[in-house]
């Protein structure tokens, strides 16, 4: 028996809860029972990154947990903003590395040309900007400015409605941007309410770390 | 237990070669345990597509082909240039449907945003028109016209060449455009020679179909 593809997955939010902080690698271990997901957090940073100071700040960090890691084939920057990826590529030049934004825009391209992109902040994800700039309708859910705003039935409400309005404003897809989204498990309920695919950041960066397994094999 | 994924295969090359008309399905299952793959191929086209041309003819044929599977979860039309995709979809709304283009070029987009494009043809297929029409580079190998020009060495030697070739152009990861070449496996002497990701596009088909698989779940 081959040993396991090992991925080492970075939270950039820092937490003492286990179950928050492992709460990633266990869904991409379920979706892809091939991987072995090994997590850990940044420090100091308990409010994960919701602006570019907050990304600018992690980057540093991101970078140090890459390299604390010993013996993975594979890192992954579990946040659809992808910080530290381009950093993390440049000193660890010999190992895949990716995060949940590229991958989720990858995955959104093949269902449609018109991407709704939905996620807590005003801005879109850098990798939206880079690879969607004209393809991208881009909205934040009233009233929701953290994931924990999602939690209530009312941030819930809000993001269905954001949903169809994504739709009637010409989405052919619904790309998450922000993977507390995923957390939550709201993609399901998203296409059950719009009838269009909505990818999700935390499968999507499970796909691609298949796909590198599946290369490697 | 769950019933497997069942998905139905159509192979655009008519053959009565068992080996080569499971081939795709085969490695689908390899790749992808989860999957149940069924196959069929168009009738009376036996040099499969290798011109619009041919494209044109084979298309009903893809859409009848289509019709004819009972009981599978989704569809796929093994061919670089999904032909009958779109057609397949308007008759059969309720289940998903790809090819090996749309999903090739997902999944390439994930790893750069210059293109190579190896096939076999010296026209792009249609999603690669459609989704990269100013991130591609398009190259044919030298002396190849059929996959069974990729058979010998000679045919090999040139599309390593090329592949070098696109990387000298800028390519900053290879598009495999002719699922023959999915076939003979080339994805990874590819990789090696050029130190490029390549994508491979019977790969793509699966990925994409355990991806619905497991938005389905």
Redesign the interface.
Known sequence: MNRKFKVGLIRVLTTEDEEVLQSHGKQIME?FPELEVVTKCIPDQYEGIHSPELGEIAIPKIVETARSFTDVDMIIVSCADDPGVAEIRKVLPDIPV?GGG??T???A??YG?RIGVLGITDYAPQAYM??IPEQMILGRPEGVHSTLDLMTPEGKASVLKLGMKLKEQGAEVIALACTGLATIGI??DL?KETGL?VIDPV?AEG??A??EY??KK
Do not use: I, Q
Request: aromatic share 18%; charged share 25%; proline share 4%.
């Open positions: 979706y990716t590229e991958t825009v990858a995955l391209l093949k040309s880079r690879m993609a399901k296409e695919p499968m796909m691609f298949y796909f599946l290369r």
